[in-house]
C-alpha cells in the first residue's frame, strides 16, 4: 500500500512560484501530478517513471513545471489558469507502464491534494 501526502501549495500572484512537496510511504515505479479546477475535470500535468528518470509533461506547463525524483513540481512562471487542487499521484508500474503516464487510470495511488491559487 502507497500513501501520499502533499504540501507546499497556497496563493501566489502571476508570475510566481511555487513547490509543491509529496510524501511517499511505500514502493512506486510511477509518480504523477494532477490538478482539478472547479467544475472541470482533473487534468495531467506531469509524471515521472522513478525507475529511468524519464519525465513527462502536459504541453500546458511544460517549460514552466519540472517534476523532480523526490517527487517534487517546482511551479514557475505560474498564470491564473493554473488555479487548481493540485494531486499527486503514485503506481508500482502494473497501471502506469500500460497506460501511459498522462492517464488517471495508470495511477493507483492519490492524495487528497493541496491548493494552489494563481491571481493575476
Known amino acids: 500500500q502507497v500513501q501520499l501526502v502533499e504540501s507546499g501549495g497556497g496563493s501566489v500572484q502571476a508570475g510566481g512560484s511555487l513547490r509543491l512537496s509529496c510524501a511517499v510511504s511505500?514502493?512506486?515505479?510511477?509518480m504523477g501530478w494532477f490538478r482539478q479546477a472547479p467544475g472541470k475535470e482533473r487534468e495531467w500535468v506531469a509524471a515521472?517513471?522513478?525507475g529511468g528518470s524519464s519525465t513527462y509533461y502536459a504541453d500546458s506547463v511544460k517549460g514552466r513545471f519540472t517534476i523532480s525524483r523526490d517527487n517534487s513540481l517546482q511551479m514557475n512562471s505560474l498564470k491564473p489558469e493554473d488555479t487548481a487542487m493540485y494531486y499527486c499521484a503514485a503506481d508500482s508500474g502494473v497501471n502506469c507502464r500500460s497506460r501511459g503516464p498522462g492517464s488517471i487510470s495508470g495511477y493507483a495511488y492519490w492524495g487528497r491534494g493541496t491548493q494552489v491559487t494563481v491571481s493575476s
Open positions: 515521472i517513471y522513478t
Open positions: 511505500g514502493y512506486a515505479l510511477c
